[in-house]
């Protein structure tokens, strides 16, 4: 076997690569739309798919990280994205516009989703990004007015506050438990928009967990409550995604298991959100003791 011959076909063209993307991406989705999953057309349309996604990755392999390398220069060689690559304190404060507005639009989105379905549902999905956005607005507030690590006192104040109105969050995600336990309510991504909802679901949730854990390290209480919160909103996508995939794929299970899945997850997120709001507040608070107790402190 000429092994440099089989290589090669793993190197096709470019112009065929950008020919073959756009049909296999038509051919899935009819597939998908019209269930023909055991249709002979089905099987070749998965090789296809595969060869044209195994080509694109190997066109990655060979050439992003020459690319990568030429974008991080020019990236440090500008000073404010110098500063966001260097400066965590900058970055928080920057990411934190970003996730403000996301969520604004996520209340929005919900809302009127209720309005027109006439369902509570997205009411209910309204009021939980709605109280991320609050935490997300007051620590942005106090960022803009006092900065990160200049006022040790009145951060903590900040940070446990943004703790207690975490807590309340709960009384959303038992909602949307319970709607979808007991009403059948949840998402549905037709055709291979669950995969791309997946992956992208996954990556926010395993960047919370990382940024949790490497913000943790710094010592600031805003910027952990900030990646707490971002925790918040990854646990919420987690939950929705699962109720999508049990409309997708869980034709095979039985309701009953399908409600202790999704009780389960949602048991699971509300412990874990709990904890994060109870650690935060318990640990601010005597940190607020121990400074009124051991310094002068002056409002």
């Known amino acids: 076997m000429d092994w440099k011959k089989l290589i090669n076909l793993l190197y096709p063209p470019v112009w065929l690569i950008i020919l ?9 989705v009819l597939i ?29 392999i060979e050439f992003l990280p020459g690319h990568y390398r030429t974008a991080k220069e020019k990236v440090y060689s500008h000073p404010v994205g110098e500063r966001i690559m260097t ?6 404060h920057i990411s934190l516009y970003g996730s403000l507005g996301i969520n604004l639009m996520y209340v929005a989105l919900n809302a009127v989703s209720g309005f027109l379905y006439h369902t509570a549902w997205f009411f209910v999905l309204a009021f939980y990004y709605t109280i991320l956005a609050v935490m997300r607005f007051l620590l942005l507030r106090f960022v803009n007015r006092t900065g990160i690590g200049n006022n040790r006192f009145k951060e903590l104040r900040r940070s446990r506050a943004c703790g207690y109105i975490l807590l309340t969050i709960n009384l959303a995600l038992s909602g949307a438990v319970l709607m979808i336990l007991y009403q059948g309510k949840g998402y549905e991504y037709n055709g291979i928009l669950i995969y791309v909802m997946a992956a992208y679901t996954f990556y926010i949730t395993t960047i919370a967990i990382v940024n949790l854990v490497r913000y943790r390290k710094l010592g600031s209480p805003v910027m952990s409550m900030a990646k707490i919160i971002s925790m918040a909103a990854a646990l919420i996508s987690m939950l929705s995604l699962e109720t999508a995939m049990f409309s997708q794929f869980g034709k095979d299970m039985s309701p009953e298991n399908q409600r202790l899945m999704i009780a389960l997850t949602g048991a699971g997120a509300s412990i874990v959100i709990v904890t994060m709001s109870v650690y935060s507040i318990v640990k601010n608070s005597r940190e607020i003791k121990y400074i009124l107790e051991n310094e002068d402190y002056e409002e």
């Open 20 to 28: 073959l993307v756009p049909v296999c991406t038509a051919a899935l």
């Open 32 to 60: 998908f739309v019209n269930n023909m999953d055991t249709h002979p057309v089905s099987c070749v349309s998965y090789v296809l798919s595969f060869y044209t996604l195994t080509a694109i990755v190997m066109r990655c």
């Open 87 to 92: 400066d965590m304190k900058f970055r928080t």
